[in-house]
């Protein structure tokens, strides 16, 4: 599982293990672990670019601007404590399944097949992706400059010590 970052919205869902969430497109299915979803007027779950995430079944509707959305660790959704579907959650099959798709997301190769994933839904979470590399490589530089200061300081003690014992 990648970094998740903590953040208070219901519309974050974040995977645990392996699988991906499926969305729907004009170009087919787009298999994504991005999950920073949030909700239409019309009630639809969709992506941060608008695109409905599948469901299992029939898709499911929720109530515009009414709240209480629950998401459990299989990926049922409820809404007031009344169900209203399960989120598609899937993993794939094959050598080399997925490729790269234009939107961010994977897609499938031929010969590839999606299975149910028995990976794990957070609500309240978000994976953190590659995308924050810059974050990351800034703090890396930090530790690296710490580290560094904090052994040139071993090294004149330890040159003071010297002189004070000898």
């Keep these: 599982v990648g970094q998740r970052a903590r953040r208070d919205n219901t519309g974050d869902l974040a995977l645990d293990g392996p699988g991906f969430f499926v969305l729907e497109g004009d170009r087919g299915l787009t298999l994504t672990r991005e999950g920073a979803f949030g909700l239409t007027q019309n009630g639809v779950l969709v992506s941060g670019d608008g695109r409905a995430v599948q469901w299992e079944g029939g898709r499911g509707i929720l109530e515009w601007g009414v ?58 979470f978000q994976e953190r992706a590659n995308v924050q590399i810059i974050d990351e490589l800034v703090e890396l530089i930090a530790a690296q400059r710490a580290f560094d200061s904090a052994a040139h300081a071993f090294r004149t003690i330890d040159q003071s010590y010297r002189r004070l014992h000898s």
Excluded: C, F, H, M
């Excluded at 007031?80 to 961010?104: Q, W």
């Design 67 to 124: 709240g209480g959305i629950k998401v459990d660790a299989n990926g049922d959704v409820t809404q007031d404590g009344l169900p209203v579907g399960r989120i598609r959650i899937v993993d794939v099959l094959g050598a080399d399944p997925v490729e790269p798709d234009e939107t961010g997301g994977y897609r499938l190769r031929p010969g590839s097949a999606l299975v149910a994933s028995e990976a794990l839904v957070t609500q309240g």
